[in-house]
């Protein structure tokens, strides 16, 4: 092949004739005509008026688009008008390798492609339009033992989902595909289920189907601008003409970006385009069948999939060509080049997979434009700054995949107010304006196609729109060996290098297995336990919210389960629940004064936990809320002599009697004032926060780490702190709690003041599940039988086991070094045919099992945290001492 492409005058491309015009490129596709008559007349030449009002507008006719519409229109919505620029599934759809496959990172996302899945086969039966679907399967490749270890550890999650795959081995995969090169191979995942379509027959069937049930389709029709007014859309300006409205979804693809910037209020869409290529090939001797596995090959970046009896192969490069869409129409997207330079190391890998294809002939390369976000995944739901506005888009190369799970999941939370699954790995409100300026998404999408196909072990980190967000220690701890994560766009220190170790090998040391910064982040939890350490936290989200009176209370008693009505200077730990009594913030709330609270949320709920709040909160000019996260740097002080360390730079007892738990006082540290010394760490270990202005942080720390030298202070990260506060069975929020979680479920029913005078959201259904029981429940895991130096770790997403049948899947893991075991938290629920509710008994009889990439290994279920375990073996040990000084 590789001589065709150079030299071969008969085997050069052959334009693919435009699919709108002439299908052969996806086989016979049936014309508009055949449509509703509705769709019809929008079709041609605009002939159909616009109407002047409607309930939603959509944006966009691709696959996104007409899968929002028709799935509006089946949850029963009138007065939906869809808006295409040009042709209806002309963009990206028209130029989609046409795959449809659950091999996803996460389980939201093999939800969305299995759901769609589903929804493709049965579109042909419903709308009579073919939708080319064939159930091919599909072979995703290891070429070394990490890849196939990382595809067992997807095995078990698709398991939970009831996703039928299996793990087999190269020689097993010669006898799927008769075209593949095994002798690199260790092994594959199969999953039967996996299926090919035509994306623009698809994308016509919702298109009909929507159609059919009140569906306005207009094509050529430019969304100009958005209307918002007092904070909600109003309507839509286009080209021909306005259009009122209460709801606006903007399915953009490629022009989401900027179609979100001409919003009269404008909305952040975080997403870039990026040149896609892939290579067709004219009819194989012997034609290759239709029904021929899908092929990923990650580890050498490629797919291959069957095509019209030929071969339709791309890939993700690690050199992509970015596309800069400002003031250039659809049409000059769509007819970009050809490239056959950059195709060369794809085109190589094919032909190492595939070496029989080289003297085939080749259609054509085709590059197909595609919109990738700053972390892989794509954009869902109603942005903060306009009610009513709702993004879907950005697919990373996905769109096939997730778009009918995607327009399902928009449509339910536009109708219901919430999607009928935890989607918050996709919300949109996961990102700020931080991440949209034009340079940083240029950058990252750089690094994001690549990493579509790269090798992901647990903690890695994006290496571009680094040092975006830094606490002003940063330089500080930098040269003091830090290593660095980001979250929200923010530094953290992950652990600290001590002199004389090798940085760069640590920095690049990659495994399934027992990491690198194993014996460094034990020296920091062994310090934080025995002595006292530092760790800058100033990432954390922090509000203030004050008023002139009782309003703020009210506010907070409103949207806490827990009783904020307590005296000056108390902490309370809360949730934010919705009417459902799932979390939508988990947060520290102080009282600083009768009419003032600062609250304290995890780090990316910086934006989620704002519009929360914002969207409860009267129109009141008394009553202000304000993002102070950038006004203080927060360190935490962890271990019994924290105590001591700020005595001495204070001048004041820092003992238990003195300043009890739970309590929070402005202070002097040093020669600073106004500190707000907290007395809790997030980890159950004894110690202080310090929220410190930011002109006093470096300051601050200077004397900590002065003072704590004679304690043997040292920095610690964040990798030290996860382990204290899984080991003492702290959830966070996003890994262990969610939308859908109850306190009740995770054992925190203490948290929540039923008999508070202000009925707070959430609390009808708590006092529900209170009666009636719960059906899932919060549980610790402690590992037997695992050998952290040779055995794979758990980290996230492993399938847990009770009595040999799947029970749930583990939310967090960490080595807990006081146990020198691993510890595991996660939800289980009663099998299927047994008792919906789950008491302690049910948890305490059980035997558990953890699976990490199809090992199971033995557990021990915990509903209490471990301070009670270490009380005990503490015990045990003294009585054990005593008992040998006796018997001395």
């Not at 931080?434 to 994006?462: A, C, G, I, N």
Request: proline share 6%; net charge neutral.
């Amino acid at each position: 092949m590789r001589s065709c492409v150079r030299s071969s005058r008969a085997l050069s491309p052959v334009l693919i004739p435009r699919l709108l015009s002439d299908a052969s490129c996806w086989g016979a596709r049936r014309s508009l005509s055949c449509s509703p008559r509705r769709l019809t007349a929008a079709a041609e030449g605009n002939s159909a008026p616009l109407p002047s009002q409607a309930r939603v507008v959509i944006c966009g006719g691709g696959i996104v688009g007409t899968s929002v519409a028709y799935h509006l229109a089946k949850l029963g919505w009138t007065e939906v008008v869809l808006l295409e620029q040009g042709r209806l599934g002309a963009g990206t759809t028209r130029l989609c390798a046409g795959i449809v496959s659950v091999a996803k990172p996460i389980f939201i996302e093999s939800k969305m492609a299995d759901y769609s899945n589903t929804l493709y086969e049965r579109l042909e039966e419903e709308t009579g339009v073919k939708t080319g679907y064939v159930r091919t399967g599909s072979l995703c490749l290891a070429q070394n033992q990490d890849r196939f270890i990382s595809l067992k550890r997807l095995a078990s999650r698709l398991k939970v989902l009831g996703i039928n795959c299996s793990v087999i081995k190269p020689k097993e995969v010669a006898k799927l595909h008769p075209l593949v090169n095994i002798h690199d191979l260790v092994g594959a995942l199969h999953l039967p289920g996996d299926a090919v379509v035509s994306p623009p027959d698809v994308c016509h069937a919702l298109a009909v189907a929507a159609a059919s049930h009140g569906v306005q389709i207009h094509e050529r029709t430019s969304v100009n601008h958005v209307l918002v007014e007092k904070g909600h859309v109003t309507g839509v300006e286009t080209d021909r003409g306005p259009i009122e409205c209460e709801y606006f979804v903007n399915c953009a693809g490629q022009w989401a970006y900027e179609l979100g910037q001409v919003s009269e209020v404008k909305v952040s869409v975080p997403l870039h385009g990026c040149e896609h290529f892939y290579l067709l090939t004219k009819a194989l001797e012997p034609p290759l069948q239709p029904s021929t596995p899908v092929l990923m090959d990650m580890d050498g970046r490629i797919y291959v999939r069957a095509w019209q009896g030929g071969i339709l192969s791309g890939g993700f490069e690690k050199n992509p060509k970015p596309i800069f869409t400002e003031g250039r129409n659809q049409l000059e997207i769509q007819n970009m080049q050809e490239d056959w330079d950059h195709f060369e190391p794809m085109l190589s890998a094919l032909l190492r997979r595939m070496p029989s294809l080289d003297s085939c002939e080749i259609h054509q390369l085709v590059n197909c434009p595609e919109s990738f976000t700053p972390d892989m995944r794509c954009l869902m739901g109603e942005t903060t700054g306009v009610h009513g506005y709702f993004v879907l888009a950005g697919m990373n190369s996905s769109g096939l995949s997730f778009a009918g799970g995607a327009g399902r999941y928009l449509a339910e939370w536009m109708t219901f107010g919430y999607p009928t699954d935890h989607i918050w790995p996709l919300d949109i409100t996961r990102f700020g304006n931080l991440q949209s300026s034009r340079t940083f998404l240029r950058h990252r999408v750089m690094e994001v196609m690549p990493l579509l196909y790269e090798l992901k072990v647990p903690r890695w980190d994006f290496q571009t729109g680094r040092q975006l967000r830094t606490s002003p220690l940063y330089d500080r701890l930098d040269t003091q060996g830090a290593r660095w994560m980001e979250k929200h766009g923010f530094e953290r220190a992950k652990y600290f290098v001590p002199a004389g170790k090798d940085l760069l090998a640590l920095d690049q040391s990659k495994t399934f297995y027992k990491p690198d910064w194993f014996d460094i982040v034990g020296a920091e939890v062994k310090c934080c336990k025995e002595a006292v350490c530092v760790i800058d936290m100033s990432s954390f989200t922090k509000f203030e919210l004050s008023s002139t009176g009782d309003q703020a209370l009210e506010l907070l008693q409103h949207l806490c389960a827990n009783d904020l009505d307590v005296p000056v200077g108390h902490i309370v730990h809360t949730g934010m629940l919705n009417e459902r009594g799932g979390y939508e913030n988990d947060c520290s709330v102080v009282r600083i004064s009768k009419n003032s609270f600062f609250i304290i949320s995890p780090t990316d709920q910086q934006v989620r936990c704002w519009a929360w709040i914002k969207k409860h909160m009267p129109s009141d000019p008394q009553l202000h809320l304000e993002d102070v996260s950038w006004k203080y740097t927060a360190l935490n002080l962890i271990g019994p002599r924290a105590m001591d360390v700020l005595s001495e730079l204070s001048y004041v007892s820092m003992t238990p009697e003195h300043f009890p738990s739970l309590f929070c006082k402005e202070m002097s540290v040093g020669y600073a004032n106004g500190i707000r010394v907290m007395s809790m760490t997030h980890t159950g270990e004894p110690g202080f926060m310090l929220y410190i202005p930011i002109e006093y942080a470096l300051h601050v720390y200077n004397e900590v780490m002065s003072v704590g030298q004679k304690y043997g202070i040292r920095n610690a990260g964040y990798y030290a702190l996860r382990s204290l506060r899984i080991e003492k069975f702290f959830a966070f929020w996003g890994q262990d709690l969610d939308t859908f979680t109850t306190p009740l479920e995770c054992g925190r029913e203490f948290r929540v003041k039923f008999d508070k005078d202000t009925d707070f959201i959430g609390r009808a259904a708590l006092l529900k599940q209170r009666q009636e029981g719960v059906s899932r429940r919060f549980i610790m895991l402690v590992l037997e039988d695992h050998d952290a130096e040779l055995d794979l770790w758990p980290w996230w997403g492993e399938p847990i086991y009770r009595n040999g049948e799947l029970a749930g899947v583990t939310t967090s893991s960490a080595y807990s070094y006081t146990l020198e075991r691993h510890v595991c938290l996660g939800f289980v629920s009663p099998p299927p045919g047994a008792p919906p509710i789950i008491t302690p008994d049910f948890i305490n009889r059980g035997d558990y099992e953890v699976d990490i990439a199809g090992q199971r290994y033995p557990a021990k279920a915990k509903l209490y945290p471990f301070s009670s375990l270490f009380t005990q073996q503490r015990r045990r040990k003294d009585d054990m001492e005593l008992s040998n000084f006796q018997g001395k």
